[in-house]
């Protein structure tokens, strides 16, 4: 354990005191991190174009056709829109859960708030390895998508009732 003589901290609880915010929706991740001299400072974004896509840029084949599973007797068309957005969510889901195991596996972060719509919020959670999880210490089921940064501090520190 190294001593940094100058403030009396070590290197540990400089690590430990290592708070990540991210702010992340189905095509875009934020993330920002408590530094030394500023709160909710900008780390990265991570962009993920195919959510951005339409149904036809998706899937340009029609969609199929099958029977209710209930009767066997009533034909319906397969929803694949909503297959294949929830399949691109999920892909960007596992590229933020990604960036997070190596981020902590770098000591960049210890502790973690996770800002997402519901539904995201659910698929990146069942994608984060059990460390990451445990790293988690707050969730906020809501979409910040537009604003300044400190527009952005403002409503999560006001949500998470912390001191922006």
């Given at each position: 354990m190294q001593v940094n003589h100058s403030n009396g901290l070590n290197s540990y609880d400089l690590r430990n005191n290592k708070k990540w915010y991210v702010l992340a929706n189905r095509t875009d991740a934020v993330i920002y991190k408590d530094?030394?001299?500023a709160k909710f400072e900008f780390v990265e974004r991570l962009s993920h174009s195919p959510?951005?896509?339409?149904e036809s840029?998706?899937?340009s084949d029609r969609p199929g056709r099958g029977n209710s599973s209930a009767t066997r007797?009533?034909?319906?068309?397969?929803?694949?829109?909503?297959?294949?957005?929830e399949n691109e969510a999920k892909s960007f889901a596992r590229k933020i859960a990604s960036t997070l195991e190596k981020?902590?596996?770098e000591e960049r972060f210890a502790k973690i708030?996770?800002?997402a719509e519901p539904h995201f919020l659910g698929l990146l959670k069942a994608v984060?390895?059990?460390?990451?999880?445990?790293?988690?210490?707050?969730?906020?089921?809501?979409?910040?998508?537009?604003?300044?940064?400190r527009q952005l501090r403002s409503l999560v520190f006001n949500a998470i009732g912390a001191e922006a």
């Open positions: 530094a030394a001299r959510g951005r896509l339409t840029q998706l899937n007797s009533i034909r319906h068309s397969l929803d694949r829109h909503h297959q294949h957005h981020a902590q596996s708030v996770l800002v984060l390895s059990r460390s990451v999880k445990q790293s988690i210490q707050h969730t906020l089921p809501k979409e910040y998508r537009q604003g300044s940064d």
